[in-house]
């Protein structure tokens, strides 16, 4: 019999496995606003608000379409987004961005910037994200609400991840930080910002670290010390206390600091071996090179005696990740990062190894 290689700890596109993702993902949706009396609703707005809530996308795009056909200026507005917010969520983002261009925002801020969200949305979605930073440049209208405020840091902070800048994204998340209330939520955006910065060298979080250090500086700090010691409670316990005492105002929740800690630690091992997943053809070539040369930048600035076996693989062919997975776990890989591409992950979802 073959001899069971316990599985390596596994990455893909650096963040975008971690649950924690999964538990800030959800997208609100551009509301409709109703001004008629209740006895003027048409049902079928209803019935679409019911299918969009159960997940069936398709039907509610095509109703939330109908009833657009029937409506005049901001409201025709309003209902096309919807539609092309579900097209996008049922997975056909063609039919989203024909809606998408059809939408006519003159004079309604609010709506173009809906409209711009959902643009951003979909350049995220083909793996473009030049394009989405450049939609999300401006900031929301100043009497945006706090859920459209919310849907705008997330978005950017997801175009920040694909384009590889792990500071970029942990600001972004930072300004999420502060309109979160759930705290359900805060504590996994909290976790997802301190995943995000100990992906950084250590060398990289003392130079970035600003000067007096704030709140930002505060987060690297913190990151640093899960970094480093992050299998040492012992030895991490009195440098979070010392943290706490040198950052007393900073927003990190204690149960960031206590039980989910213990969550994080066992992630910041430090590996001796690491397999990178990475496609040398394709539509995902250029950002793939871009995050070898960023894996081999952070390589060199590790002193010598820390620094890992890198082993790079071409995953061009998304047919061939599991074996290449098992081929990466049999060289002796205790870190496994990629691959890239959704069918690669999913492969790797479906036989049990994506962390």
């Avoid at 409506?71 to 039919?95: F, H, I, K, T, V």
């Avoid at 939609?135 to 840091?153: E, G």
Wanted: glycine share 6%.
């Amino acid at each position: 019999m073959p001899r069971h290689i316990p599985p390596p700890r596994l990455y893909w596109l650096l963040l975008a496995a971690l649950p924690l993702l999964l538990l800030l993902g959800g997208c609100e949706s551009t509301v409709e606003t109703r001004t008629e009396p209740a006895s003027q609703i048409d049902p079928r707005l209803s019935r679409a608000e019911g299918l969009e809530a159960a997940g069936d996308n398709l039907a509610a795009a095509e109703l939330f379409l109908q009833l657009a056909g029937e409506s005049q200026g901001a409201r025709q507005g309003r209902l096309r987004l919807r539609a092309a917010e579900n097209y996008l969520r049922a997975g056909d983002p063609d039919r989203a961005e024909a809606e998408i261009r059809r939408i006519d925002a003159t004079g309604q801020p609010q709506l173009a910037f809906a409209r711009r969200l959902l643009e951003a949305e979909l350049a995220t979605t083909r793996h473009h994200p030049d394009q989405a930073l450049a939609l999300l440049q401006a900031p929301p209208p100043a009497d945006s609400d706090r859920s459209t405020r919310i849907r705008y840091h997330r978005l950017r902070a997801e175009a920040f991840r694909l384009a590889g800048d792990l500071l970029g994204r942990g600001r972004e998340l930072e300004a999420l930080d502060s309109l979160l209330q759930d705290p359900d939520a805060r504590l996994a955006n909290q976790l997802a910002i301190i995943q995000t910065y100990t992906i950084l060298s250590d060398q990289a979080l003392q130079r970035l670290t600003p000067s007096p250090p704030g709140e930002h500086g505060g987060w690297m700090a913190l990151a640093r010390i899960i970094k480093n010691h992050g299998n040492d409670r012992a030895r991490a316990r009195p440098l979070i206390d010392a943290w706490r005492q040198r950052f007393p105002a900073h927003p990190a929740l204690p149960a960031l600091l206590d039980g989910a800690y213990q969550k994080l630690k066992g992630q910041y091992r430090r590996p001796s071996r690491i397999a990178i997943l990475l496609p040398e053809e394709g539509r995902y070539a250029r950002v793939a090179r871009a995050l070898r040369d960023g894996f081999l930048a952070a390589y060199y600035q590790e002193p010598v005696e820390q620094r890992p076996q890198l082993l790079f693989y071409d995953s061009s062919d998304p047919d061939r990740i599991w074996p290449l997975y098992q081929e990466a776990v049999a060289a002796g890989a205790d870190l496994v990062v990629g691959p890239l591409d959704k069918q690669g992950v999913a492969q790797l979802a479906r036989a049990g190894e994506l962390e």
